[in-house]
Nanobody, 122 residues
């Protein structure tokens, strides 16, 4: 059973920063691409960022230049550094893991974390 455990969500003011972390079981982390998605109330799950096992990154248009995804292979952990946060970034953020052919399609992703709430509000 794949296990992805997220942490780091919370309440932050507009313009602030947060860093999310997701630790995965060793097998899942080492062989798969990792990613972050988010889902706001009443909206579809949206791709935020992905990173391959080799470190190549991809970002959704709405977060380019503000968010950075990275991974620490020694710790089986992927991070999402979120800067210049906006109220529209408010959502539940989900960690994801899967093959390169699946990671960018939420309906195809097989491994998910439980989600962590990020709220951007003054």
């Amino acid at each position: 059973q794949a296990q992805l455990v997220e942490s780091g969500g919370g309440l932050v003011q507009p313009g602030g920063s947060l860093r999310l972390s997701c630790t995965a079981s060793g097998t899942i982390f080492s062989v798969n691409d990792m990613g972050w998605y988010r889902q706001a109330p009443g909206k579809q799950r949206e791709l935020v960022a992905t990173i391959t096992s080799g470190g190549r990154t991809n970002y959704g248009d709405s977060v380019k230049g503000r968010f950075t995804i990275s991974r620490d292979n020694a710790k089986n952990t992927v991070y999402l550094q979120m800067n210049s946060l906006k109220p529209e970034d408010t959502a539940v953020y989900y960690c994801a893991a899967d093959s390169n052919s699946r990671i960018r399609t939420p309906q195809a992703v097989r491994y998910w974390g439980q989600g962590t709430q990020v709220t951007v509000s003054s």
